[in-house]
């Protein structure tokens, strides 16, 4: 890995480069990292994969035309070559609506703790991690088992043209498993910043376990259920919401919550969102944005009501408020997310349902209509028929057919445990609980 002096000193050369070349403005973001990834298939390692990714993005301003790229160079050295091609196109390019200067050097309070010993051994060599994986999922009933388990370790530096000179480390681990028994499945995910192999062994039971009291589904019909989302599907779901909290998506009207405003009911009660970049046992933390801006840990819906929109300097300016350290050169963006829980087991929540469905996963998640909200995603793997408080069956094929308005609206009680989730549904890491939403349009999906 390179030095941090070394990476912040091509960093600095790219910037100057910049303002040499008649450029305003210009930061540059370099992040160099080391990962790991292992692959496991039908109760076997199958394949062990290593690879560094140097990635390098620049932000140049000149009369109040933007330029954002990122590239990955095969060089460090090329990030040079990088400012000289954009000079060149500098006139043929429209005033930004967005334009805004970036920000002063702020003081930065480095988080510390973002780096995990067992995390930098593993890289080497991950196996023993997948083996106990596939092995807690065979204790618990799974026939089959598949899934992997990605460990990283990054350093990322940011030099800006108004004097910003950052460089932070961390590591992180994103596992998944997904377990088979009969025709039934089961999957579950975990996300941290460290190396928790009791975190994953707990994943491969829970997907094993759901796998098992799936065997054999039967089809659902179509109707109005109260639904139990696992935190699966409700971190899914809440990446939404909270992506539509960033002000540039509800600006250019790609955001159910364009039509609320800061400090308006848009949610249940029962709910409260926080982005989290400082919580040090999720994998998104960080103690600055992208334009050098310290962040903070801030409630995006409070008890149902809207509290923050995501905003980086530009839509912040734009919209006549501060920055929330959440850029983003051009559309601010979460980093963590988590959910207050709240006061039942998943038994209650489950013993409170008369006629419903408990979700387990989810994927496909699609918008028909981002201003209203209109989304509809497929059930995946387990999923269990709920008869007066009592799971009766799995069934199958079937999606949630709704709109995000409502189904936050309808939230009526969230689970005590949460669980940290991360994997491809869920981009952004989440702590979320089970959650009981009343009366969700569910439709037929015939795979």
Do not use: C
């Amino acid at each position: 890995m390179r030095s941090q002096e070394e990476l912040l000193g091509v960093a600095t050369k790219a910037v100057e480069s910049a303002l040499e070349k008649g450029f305003e403005e210009a930061a540059a973001k370099i992040v160099k990292s080391k990962t790991t990834m292992v692959k496991f298939f039908e109760n076997t390692l199958s394949v062990t994969q290593s690879w560094d990714v140097l990635s390098v993005s620049l932000y140049l301003a000149r009369d109040k035309r933007v330029f954002v790229v990122s590239a990955t160079p095969t060089k460090i050295e090329d990030v040079a070559s990088m400012v000289s091609r954009l000079s060149g196109m500098a006139a043929k390019v429209k005033e930004s609506f967005l334009y805004a200067p970036l920000p002063s050097p702020a003081n930065v309070k480095a988080l510390g703790g973002l780096v995990d010993r067992g995390i930098l051994e593993a890289l080497k060599d991950p196996a023993d991690v997948a083996e106990r994986a596939i092995s807690a999922a065979l204790e618990e009933g799974a026939e089959k088992v598949a899934g992997t388990i990605t460990l990283s370790y990054r350093e990322k530096v940011l030099v800006t043209s108004k004097g910003a000179e950052l460089y932070e480390e961390g590591t992180s681990m994103q596992s998944y498993v997904r377990a088979f028994a009969g025709r039934g499945s089961g999957q579950w995910s975990y996300g941290s910043l460290r190396l928790d192999e009791r975190g994953i062994e707990r994943a491969a039971r829970i997907a094993a376990k759901y796998a098992a009291d799936a065997r054999e589904p039967g089809l659902l019909e179509p109707g109005t259920y109260d639904v139990v989302l696992s935190p699966m599907v409700f971190g899914n779901l809440l990446n939404y919401v909270a992506s539509m909290s960033s002000a540039y998506y509800v600006m250019i009207g790609f955001s159910f919550l364009s039509k609320d405003k800061v400090g308006e009911k848009v949610a249940s009660e029962s709910l409260t969102l926080y982005d989290d970049p400082r919580n040090r046992e999720l994998a998104g933390a960080t103690a600055f944005d992208d334009e050098g801006v310290p962040t903070m840990s801030k409630p995006i819906i409070e008890r149902g009501v809207l509290r923050t929109l995501l905003h980086n300097t530009k839509t912040a300016a734009k919209m006549g408020t501060r920055t929330t350290g959440n850029a983003g050169w051009i559309s601010p963006h979460p980093w963590n997310l988590r959910v207050r829980p709240g006061d039942r087991s998943l038994e209650e929540l489950v013993a409170d349902v008369k006629r419903g469905v408990l979700v387990t996963n989810n994927w496909y998640t699609r918008l028909q209509s981002y201003v209203e909200g209109v989304f509809s995603t497929i059930a995946r793997d387990a999923a269990f028929l709920i008869e007066d408080g009592e799971i009766k069956r799995s069934v199958e094929k079937f999606r949630i057919a709704d709109t995000f308005p409502r189904l936050l609206s309808s939230i009526e009680a969230l689970g005590k445990e949460t669980f940290d989730v991360w994997w491809w549904e869920v981009d952004r890491p989440t702590r979320a609980p089970y959650v009981l939403v009343r009366s969700i349009n569910i439709s037929r999906h015939m795979a």
